[in-house]
Structure formats: structure tokens, C-alpha cells
């Protein structure tokens, strides 16, 4: 096999979503009963075998990525925030940009995800391009 070909991966690990998790809750306070707390350390393993195991890019596994911490909750708080930043994070570190935008309606998108409203695809485009329709009930 040519090495040009390779490209090699590189995944978080737990303890770095852990990490993001509490930095996610340092910078974006939400409530002052905010709290780093990992409730299930065995799903934030599932998320990242899950992402590992994933055919595709790098944004079909930022996808599963993103969905897994969002809807998992293995944190007591800031698990869409830690969704944010893991999923950004990852897409840096295999070198492909990210183009979530920063405004209010994040929140309605991950509210989203959560609650499965997006295909796979509505999310990927999410991530690349930063357009997706906003979530409404």
C-alpha cells in the first residue's frame, strides 16, 4: 500500500471528552447548578467505538460523534456543549474545518439531534457547511 494513500485517524479518547466536559461547563455557564459529573463513563466508551467502527469520513464519524454525546448524556451537565467542542476538536485534529456556527440556534439544533429530528446526512452537511433548518415542535 502507497503511504500517500494512509490517512491515519486520530479519535478522542475518554478522558479527553472528560476534560472537554469540564472545560465545556468553565466557558459557556449555563446555570449556576452546572456540575462535571461523569454519570456513565461505559457510554462515552460506546460513543467513541461506535465512532471508531463508523465507514465514511471524517464528518460521518464527527456525526456519530456529535449524536452519541448529545443523546448518551453521560454527563450530568454541558453534554450538548461537550458534543460542540468534541466534535470541532475531532475535525481539527484530522485536519478538516468545521463550520458550526456560533449563534443561539445551536441550541435548538442540538435539541434536534437529541431528540433524532436529522438524518445522518442533514447533520454531516451541518458540520461542513453549517446549514441545517432549525429544529421546531
Request: charged content about 25%; some cysteine; glycine content about 4%.
Amino acid at each position: 500500500m502507497n503511504k500517500k494513500n494512509l490517512k491515519i485517524i486520530i479519535y478522542l479518547n475518554a478522558d479527553t471528552i472528560i476534560k472537554l466536559n469540564k472545560l465545556a461547563i468553565k466557558l459557556f455557564v449555563q446555570k449556576k447548578a452546572d456540575s462535571h459529573e461523569v454519570l456513565n463513563y461505559s457510554r462515552i466508551l460506546k460513543i467513541i467505538n461506535k465512532c471508531e467502527e463508523t465507514k465514511g469520513d471524517i464528518y460521518d464519524k464527527a456525526v456519530i460523534l456529535l449524536k452519541g454525546l448529545v443523546q448518551y448524556h453521560a454527563f450530568a451537565s454541558g453534554n450538548r456543549r461537550t458534543a460542540i467542542l468534541a466534535t470541532i476538536v475531532f475535525c481539527i485534529w484530522n485536519k478538516q474545518k468545521v463550520y458550526i456556527p456560533n449563534n443561539p440556534t445551536n441550541s435548538k439544533v442540538l435539541i434536534g439531534i437529541r431528540e433524532d429530528f436529522y438524518s445522518n446526512n442533514k447533520i454531516k452537511n451541518w458540520i461542513k457547511n453549517g446549514k441545517i433548518k432549525t429544529f421546531k415542535r
